[in-house]
């Protein structure tokens, strides 16, 4: 099992940048992704990267704004985010998985999750 830890939330105005940071520790762990739950909503999918980190994969409504990336040595998989909009407002997860097409059903393991919050 792996265990994840996310950090780098917080509130920010449009236009504004953030930077996720999620630590993992446990077995070693293959596919990691970013997915995000706004209230009242389903929880959906934001970016996945491979174990070697040479095949990615992005949400359409965040290609060109997020970059996921990932750093082994360290079991630190990273979202950077630019250009925030209000409809980015969720709360995002972490999560270990193993492929990259996007369904939460493909990740079984998963971060408490932290706020992200974008005024206009």
Known sequence: QVQLVESGGGSVQAGGSLRLSCGASGRTFGTMGWFRQAPGKEREFVAAISRSGG???????V???FTISRDNAKNTVLLQ???LKPEDTAVYYCAA?????GLVSDFGSWGQGTQVTVSS
Do not use: F, T
């Open 63 to 65: 290609k060109g704004r």
């Open 81 to 83: 985010m630019n250009s």
């Open 97 to 101: 998985g193993l492929y990259l097409r």
């Open 55 to 61: 095949n990615i994969n992005y949400a359409d409504s």
